[in-house]
């Protein structure tokens, strides 16, 4: 039996797929796990979802509540059986979970095959609410368009792709191209939703990813998702997270009947525990190679050994689509996706795993580091845990944290200095303005501003990020058109009735924006808003980074780039990007290009300017390596990232993204800690 005293810390082990021969055996008539929904063996199946305390044991675990029957307790005291020898998670049908189907009302329904049941609802065009591993998914067709528009109704969701789960790798040939490499990342224990390019003229409605050129699609990991795609004729479904707008996803029939029941016409239920929400996991590849969207089931809680010793601490991360981690030795260990911590249920959830994960590992932290940003909700959870630990409490500022978590996954020295490159949307600068688009000498414990995008006044707070509209009228302003000019473009590009107060509110943006009255921001995501109104691809921002995914999507339509080379200028001490040149560039030729090539065009430039500025300052600095780093949510660009490269080759450097963790806010608790420990600890 495993002992409870710390002898050595040992990683928590992740959720992984079921594996190919448990899935034999649910498709085997002869076998006692026949169309056995939950069958895992000690190679497969949850692990860290169902885990109350470590050690790993079955007594520790959610499936404490299922006693082992003769059969099953037999295997697992047989060291000649490999594959249920002490395997904590196993069970069959004598004494494993059971499946129940339940009505939107929460009546049991008296259903014998529950597979059977759901998939002929779900070819009827029902909505249902399916419990898996760490939490509840919607699965409904997702060839039907009316019933895909139903979904998007129900849940509130206009334009935010939904996810789609295929039979195997011969469907998703059927509807999306992959790129070299994702059949081995759909195929692997971890099995992620993988972002790709949609295949032109499949099955799969227009509404599943509306104005985007990719799909996620993932294949099943669970017993009972093997089983229900082999019944849908399509051999794919929408199976998207299980919440309601800006909620965490469920993880109890409570939270279903109370938040869903309006949006799911049937329930599927199991009465196994979840113990650790664990949204899937999301893969995208940028200019060819993978990319974290989301680090979740499969990869979380895997610790990042860096190299330092960062001690023990604890980071609350960001604001949106966030992680929190946790620090001993020279490891980090990042919680599963969170998310937007806006939302009260999503900042406890947050509190509830930092606090778990210093118990399992006996962390007592001297060092709990959070953003600068003064209005994050996160710092009050911050100060708590400061306090609770007497710990030291240090803010970090946003874009050193992207950048010193590429550093941590590179495992970089101590002494090591770099340039980055950090671009994302909103970023608080130690000056009180919005950073975004920003070039940054840094090491471990400091930063020096050395370029950015042009700053301009963007007014209106967060409407600015909901109408991309408000962008670009700030940045015309910025331009030197004046008030009229300004109102006569926008009503020749059909953008004045985009904002809910029409002339009067496009009006008032301007003279703000003039007069300098409201945030000045060097924001690469609010100046990608701003051409993608421009060019007409979105104009309400419905979901986090929809405009510049849409951007991203004209452009993969497009032929050719354009001949224009970005304009860089130095301003109030650093180089600067001028984008007011670029906007001027492309209403000169709005009308003679393209709106596909100006899209390419325009990205392609911006990181073109970024990689020159890096260039420029990398070259002849003392012990830098050579190459750039590169993080941040646009990060993902690819695009901006083949204009990064393209400027960086000229002077024989590279450029790094991050692999193990998200460039986005996901991975940024990684640098918080890493930053935070070296200014108290030194990290030596």
């Given at each position: 039996?495993?002992?409870?005293?710390l002898?050595?810390?040992?990683?928590?082990?992740?959720?992984?797929?079921?594996?190919?021969?448990?899935?034999?055996?649910?498709?085997?008539?002869?076998?006692?796990?026949?169309?056995?929904?939950?069958?895992?063996?000690?190679w497969?199946?949850p692990?860290?979802?169902?885990?109350?305390?470590?050690?790993?044991?079955?007594?520790n675990?959610?499936?404490?509540?299922?006693?082992?029957?003769?059969?099953?307790?037999?295997?697992?005291s047989?060291p000649?059986?490999?594959?249920?020898?002490?395997?904590?998670?196993?069970?069959?049908?004598?004494c494993?979970?059971?499946?129940?189907?339940?009505?939107?009302?929460?009546?049991?329904?008296?259903?014998?095959?529950?597979?059977?049941?759901?998939?002929?609802?779900?070819?009827?065009?029902?909505?249902?609410?399916?419990?898996?591993?760490?939490?509840?998914?919607?699965?409904?067709?997702?060839?039907?368009?009316?019933?895909?528009?139903?979904?998007?109704?129900?849940?509130?969701?206009?334009?935010?792709?939904?996810?789609?789960?295929?039979?195997?790798?011969?469907?998703?040939?059927?509807?999306?191209?992959?790129?070299?490499?994702?059949?081995?990342?759909?195929?692997?224990?971890?099995?992620?939703?993988?972002?790709?390019?949609k295949?032109?003229?499949?099955?799969?409605?227009?509404?599943?990813?509306?104005?985007?050129?990719?799909?996620?699609?993932?294949?099943?990991?669970?017993?009972?998702?093997?089983?229900?795609?082999?019944?849908?004729?399509?051999?794919?479904?929408?199976?998207?997270?299980?919440?309601?707008?800006?909620?965490?996803?469920?993880?109890?029939?409570?939270?279903?009947?109370?938040?869903?029941?309006?949006?799911?016409?049937?329930?599927?239920?199991?009465?196994?525990?979840?113990?650790h929400?664990?949204?899937?996991?999301?893969?995208?590849?940028?200019?060819?190679?993978?990319?974290?969207?989301?680090?979740?089931?499969?990869?979380?809680?895997?610790?990042?050994?860096?190299?330092?010793?960062?001690?023990?601490?604890?980071?609350?991360?960001?604001?949106?689509?966030?992680?929190?981690?946790?620090?001993?030795?020279n490891?980090?260990?990042?919680?599963?996706?969170?998310?937007?911590?806006?939302e009260?249920?999503?900042?406890?959830?947050?509190?509830?795993?930092?606090l778990?994960?210093?118990?399992?590992?006996?962390?007592?932290?001297?060092?709990?580091?959070?953003?600068?940003?003064?209005?994050?909700?996160?710092?009050s959870?911050?100060?708590?845990?400061?306090?609770?630990?007497?710990?030291?409490?240090?803010?970090?500022?946003?874009?050193h944290?992207?950048?010193?978590?590429?550093?941590?996954?590179?495992?970089?020295?101590s002494?090591?200095?770099?340039?980055?490159?950090?671009?994302?949307?909103?970023g608080?600068?130690?000056?009180?303005?919005?950073?975004?688009?920003?070039?940054?000498?840094?090491?471990?414990?400091?930063?020096?501003?050395?370029?950015?995008?042009?700053?301009?006044?963007?007014?209106?707070?967060d409407?600015?990020?909901?109408?991309?509209?408000?962008?670009?009228?700030?940045?015309?302003?910025?331009?030197?058109?004046?008030?009229?000019?300004?109102?006569?473009?926008?009503?020749?590009?059909?953008?004045?009735?985009?904002?809910?107060?029409?002339?009067?509110?496009?009006?008032?943006?301007?003279?703000?924006?003039?007069?300098g009255?409201?945030?000045?921001?060097?924001?690469?995501?609010?100046?990608?808003?701003?051409?993608?109104?421009?060019l007409?691809?979105?104009?309400?921002?419905?979901?986090?980074?929809?405009?510049?995914?849409?951007?991203?999507?004209?452009?993969?339509r497009?032929?050719?780039?354009?001949d224009?080379?970005?304009?860089?200028?130095?301003?109030?001490?650093?180089?600067?990007?001028?984008?007011?040149?670029?906007?001027?560039?492309?209403?000169?030729?709005?009308?003679?290009?393209?709106?596909?090539?100006?899209?390419?065009?325009?990205?392609?430039?911006?990181g073109?300017a970024?990689?020159?500025?890096?260039?420029?300052?990398?070259?002849?600095?003392?012990?830098?390596?050579?190459?750039?780093?590169?993080?941040?949510?646009?990060?993902?660009?690819t695009?901006?990232?083949r204009?990064?490269?393209s400027?960086?080759?000229?002077?024989?450097?590279?450029?790094?993204?991050?692999?193990?963790?998200?460039?986005?806010?996901?991975?940024?608790?990684?640098?918080?800690?890493?930053?935070?420990?070296?200014?108290?600890?030194?990290?030596?």
């Amino acid at each position: 039996e495993s002992r409870s005293e710390l002898i050595e810390r040992s990683m928590i082990p992740p959720d992984i797929a079921i594996c190919p021969y448990c899935v034999e055996e649910i498709l085997n008539p002869n076998s006692r796990f026949h169309l056995y929904h939950w069958n895992s063996c000690a190679w497969c199946g949850p692990r860290f979802s169902m885990i109350y305390m470590i050690p790993y044991d079955r007594v520790n675990t959610s499936m404490r509540d299922f006693p082992l029957c003769e059969e099953c307790s037999r295997a697992y005291s047989d060291p000649s059986d490999t594959r249920r020898f002490h395997g904590q998670g196993i069970s069959c049908p004598k004494c494993g979970p059971k499946t129940r189907v339940y009505n939107s009302r929460g009546e049991a329904l008296d259903v014998q095959d529950p597979v059977s049941f759901i998939a002929e609802r779900i070819l009827e065009g029902a909505i249902v609410a399916i419990k898996g591993v760490g939490g509840y998914h919607i699965a409904c067709l997702a060839s039907r368009d009316d019933v895909v528009r139903e979904l998007r109704v129900r849940k509130r969701r206009l334009e935010k792709p939904f996810a789609l789960m295929a039979r195997d790798y011969s469907v998703v040939l059927d509807i999306a191209k992959p790129p070299p490499g994702a059949k081995e990342l759909l195929e692997s224990p971890q099995r992620p939703i993988v972002v790709m390019p949609k295949r032109e003229g499949s099955r799969v409605s227009e509404l599943v990813a509306p104005g985007l050129s990719t799909i996620g699609v993932m294949l099943p990991y669970t017993g009972f998702q093997v089983l229900l795609l082999r019944s849908i004729p399509d051999g794919f479904l929408i199976m998207t997270s299980g919440n309601i707008h800006g909620r965490p996803m469920c993880t109890s029939l409570d939270c279903v009947l109370t938040e869903l029941s309006s949006v799911v016409d049937y329930i599927v239920e199991h009465d196994r525990v979840i113990v650790h929400r664990v949204d899937d996991s999301v893969i995208r590849y940028t200019d060819g190679s993978p990319v974290f969207l989301r680090r979740s089931r499969g990869y979380a809680p895997e610790w990042i050994e860096v190299g330092v010793n960062v001690g023990e601490a604890i980071a609350v991360g960001a604001e949106l689509q966030t992680a929190g981690a946790i620090s001993f030795d020279n490891k980090i260990v990042l919680t599963q996706f969170i998310g937007d911590i806006d939302e009260p249920g999503t900042l406890e959830d947050l509190e509830k795993e930092l606090l778990w994960f210093t118990r399992v590992y006996r962390v007592k932290p001297r060092v709990v580091a959070l953003d600068m940003h003064p209005l994050y909700h996160n710092r009050s959870l911050a100060r708590r845990l400061a306090e609770d630990f007497e710990a030291e409490l240090v803010e970090v500022q946003h874009h050193h944290a992207h950048a010193a978590a590429l550093m941590a996954e590179i495992k970089a020295s101590s002494d090591e200095k770099f340039i980055a490159i950090t671009i994302d949307g909103t970023g608080y600068g130690d000056d009180g303005s919005i950073w975004g688009g920003e070039v940054l000498k840094v090491n471990m414990k400091s930063y020096e501003r050395v370029g950015s995008l042009k700053p301009f006044t963007l007014p209106g707070g967060d409407s600015s990020a909901i109408y991309p509209v408000k962008p670009l009228i700030s940045l015309l302003a910025a331009s030197g058109f004046s008030e009229e000019e300004v109102l006569r473009l926008l009503g020749e590009l059909n953008l004045v009735n985009t904002l809910p107060h029409g002339v009067k509110e496009a009006r008032l943006t301007y003279i703000l924006a003039s007069r300098g009255r409201g945030a000045k921001t060097t924001s690469l995501g609010r100046v990608l808003d701003a051409f993608s109104a421009l060019l007409g691809v979105c104009s309400f921002r419905s979901y986090e980074g929809e405009p510049p995914m849409k951007l991203e999507s004209l452009a993969d339509r497009g032929g050719k780039l354009l001949d224009y080379e970005p304009r860089v200028v130095s301003q109030d001490g650093r180089l600067v990007v001028d984008t007011t040149d670029l906007l001027n560039w492309v209403l000169e030729r709005i009308s003679l290009e393209r709106k596909e090539d100006l899209a390419l065009t325009v990205q392609y430039g911006i990181g073109r300017a970024l990689g020159a500025i890096a260039l420029h300052y990398a070259k002849g600095l003392r012990n830098t390596s050579q190459y750039i780093l590169v993080s941040g949510g646009a990060a993902v660009n690819t695009y901006i990232i083949r204009g990064i490269k393209s400027s960086l080759e000229e002077g024989g450097l590279r450029l790094v993204l991050p692999r193990s963790v998200p460039p986005g806010d996901g991975g940024i608790a990684l640098g918080q800690i890493l930053v935070a420990s070296c200014r108290v600890n030194n990290c030596g």
